[in-house]
């Protein structure tokens, strides 16, 4: 412990702007809050500390919902603690991640100052890698005073972290302001600041939101530059109500620029190449409009990425927007043979439910290949010597990008307690609409560029095994496109920046030919059909379909069937049956010959109609296709390859744009 200094904040410790209650498991512990002594039991003491009151702790005894702890937050730094009441700061936002520091920038050590009033204790802890958790320092506080802990980074190379609990005394304690600092001396790479790149289609309500949480933190608009909008769509931002005041809240940061609609990559495109040639900013932090933030966040990106070592990419995580306490992704990568993108660690995790110190998995620390473009930062320089996005509209240009800068040296860092709030996988599926033709033909188009295993690997293989599920689910307008994505990349890297032009208009025609794609039924206008038992709900038991040797006969039955037997007349005239979103599994929807299917958000269903026509020919061609581009991987790949350059560059991307300002 040592006298308060003033030295550079590597992060605050925050807390919700408005004291939303489903977000505050990420800000503050609520497994180690206290209360009144003397209640009638432990598990008493437990439900009311997490804010329930006797009646519902009986219903719901391990749902942690505290609300209780919004009544101790004064404003964006303070909290007040009760006499006697304990709160612990071990959570993802105000824990530090040691691990990652330790790992990725030059400091050896960093310095904790928490300043309070009142009578209490702090006591601070760190964990290791197995999630071993240590307590290492700790003072007794009385009246106004700020202490500083010096805390050494040397045992954090597999993971860990590092927070503080405090404790009331017999009168109130009130946490003034707490900060994680740089030691004495530790100067960054770079003071670095950054742009803000936006891309928005038609989504005026949300990104005005999200400008005005990025202008009414001030410690967040300090490391900014400019915030740029790239707005892509026929309902104009500016036109927005609430656009006015998001302008006067970034305080004259704020540029809109106006063009076509080119997909994610040609407005985060946009973005990079007005980055570089304004020349004022060291990084460019790319967001996604649809999404919330937690602006201390940003502060976080830049600061990380001055003091990493070497320029880096950093990567913020996605929490859920409609479960506020729920990670969705903490660290993606590449699984090489199939070439499929995909979580590093067990998945989405709720922290209402499993704080910080009882996750074990969340204590080590996680390398990864890329990060998504809901919120990533990226230096300058990056893009000035390996260019731009991949010209693909949207999907896998994230991706793509992160493994074209590692095979120049830039890694990608997704660090710990930066995030934004965004709409899940979960709670949609693009993998079914337009989007599936993006899904493909850049997978395939990222594999030939960057795959390390000789002609892809097993990813033809995972690919045809991917349409089998789709022709056996009757889901023939999918297949369509996936189809259509592997022809696109026999074509060559040429016609990649004019396809993003009419693609998606010849996407949307193709599906006039298909029910599962014409045939949408409004929520509203579903009919009820006979009740079905769902195994699930009625016995607890989840069917995972055939596998092993019974996996090889169902199919072969199931195929036999799709390929070669009449759907009944009645199953053309109207759908057998209706299936929710979560029942629609591949073994499943192939026992029917004509279905309602849910679509993710719940607001109706499409037809699927099996017919065996379109089955036996598409299988064909699926296999046909898939063998045709494994054989042509080599000549493929080095055209691919030779091209990158060019159709990344400036130069090439400022055609797509026009003449829009």
Known sequence: MTEASTRPV???????????????????????????PNLEDESMRLAKARGFTPEDSAKHPLRLTNTSGLAWLEGRRSLRLPPTRTVSLASYFNAFPASYWSAWTGLRSVTLRVSTSGTGRVIVFRSNARGIIQRIDGVEVSGEQTNEFDLSLDAYLDGGWLWFDLIAGDDELQLTQA????????????????????????????????????????????VL???????????????????????????????????KNIGGSGGFSRGMHETVEANESDYIILLDDDVEIEPESLRRAVTFANYCRTPTIVGGHMLDMYDKAKLHAFAEGIKWS???????????????????????????????????????????????????????????DDAEYALRAREHGYPTVSLPGAAVWHVSWVDKDDSHDWQAFFHARNRLVAALLHS?????????????????KNLLTMDYYTVAMRHAAIKNVLEGPGQLHSDMVDRLPRI?????????????????????????????????RIETGPH??????????????HAFTKPDDAAREKPQGHLPFQDARWFEVPLHDSVLISNAE?????????????????????????????????ALRAQYRKALPDITSSREWVKAFGSEK
């Open 10 to 36: 590597l992060q605050r410790v925050i807390f919700p702007e408005h004291g939303d209650p489903q977000a505050l498991p990420l800000y503050l512990d609520p497994e180690v809050w206290t209360f009144e």
């Open 179 to 222: 900060d994680w600092l740089a030691p004495e001396g530790a100067e960054p790479r770079v003071q670095g600041t950054a742009t803000v790149s936006i891309t928005t289609l038609n989504r005026g309500d949300y990104c005005t939101r999200l400008l005005r949480e990025i202008g009414d933190d001030d410690d967040a608009r300090a």
């Open 225 to 259: 530059d400019r915030v740029l909008v790239v707005d892509q769509g026929s309902e104009k931002i500016r036109e927005n109500p609430a656009f006015p005041d998001a302008e006067r809240a970034l305080d004259g940061r704020l540029r809109l620029i106006e063009q």
């Open 338 to 396: 199939p070439f499929m993108w995909g979580p590093f660690t067990p998945g989405r995790h709720d922290f209402s439910d499993s704080n910080l110190r009882q996750t074990t998995w969340l204590h080590r620390r996680y390398d990864v290949d890329y990060n998504g473009w809901w919120m990533s930062l990226i230096p300058v320089e990056t893009l000035r010597e390996i260019g731009l996005s991949l010209p693909v509209f949207i999907k896998w």
């Open 452 to 468: 390390p295993v000789k002609r892809g690997g097993r990813l033809w293989r995972a690919n045809l095994a991917y349409d089998i």
């Open 508 to 540: 949307r025609a193709l599906g006039k030919d298909f029910t599962e794609s014409s045939s949408f039924v409004k929520a509203s206008e579903i009919p009820h059909f006979r009740a079905r038992e769902i195994p699930s709900v009625t016995s607890g």
């Open 548 to 561: 092993g040797v019974g996996l090889a006969f169902w199919l072969g039955v199931r195929a036999l069937k």
């Open 602 to 634: 719940g607001s109706g269903a499409k037809w699927h109609l099996r017919n065996p026509r379109l089955f036996r020919s598409m299988l064909i061609d699926s296999v046909r296709l898939n063998l045709r581009y494994r054989s042509k991987w080599p």
